[in-house]
């Protein structure tokens, strides 16, 4: 069993920037991958991002490509998402989750955080 514990959501201005940070905790796989998922109020849960743990290989959605950078750090067993030039439709929860392997897919992933909120204002 997998535990993640999100953190570092806030308020912020449109235009400005947040790290997301993903602690991971207990039994791992040698080879699993950390997703970024994201559900704003009224929709659906998106992909967001993900990478693999071992090789660092990364996907992005189109909507965040090039603003938001997801990395990991396998001594600390913490992933990150750098969120910049934040525009106001990325506000939503956002998600931490862990799975076997790298998709953008949700249901390839059957470990979940609590989430944590962003907003970004106008």
């Known amino acids: 069993q997998v535990q993640l514990v999100e953190s570092g959501g806030g308020l912020v201005q449109a235009g400005g920037s947040l790290r997301l940070s993903c602690a991971v905790s207990g039994r791992t796989l040698s080879s699993f991958a950390v997703a970024w998922f994201r559900q704003a109020a009224g929709k659906e849960r998106e992909f967001v991002a993900a990478?693999?743990?071992?090789?660092?290989?990364?996907s992005y959605a189109d909507s965040v490509r090039g603003r938001f950078t997801i990395s990991r750090d396998n001594p600390r067993n913490t992933a990150y998402l750098q969120m910049n030039s934040l525009k106001p439709e990325d506000t939503a929860v956002y998600y931490c989750a862990a799975g076997e392997r790298l998709s953008t897919y949700r249901g390839q992933y059957v470990s979940w955080g609590q989430g944590t909120q962003v907003t970004v204002s106008s």
């Open positions: 990478i693999t743990w071992r090789g660092g290989s990364t």
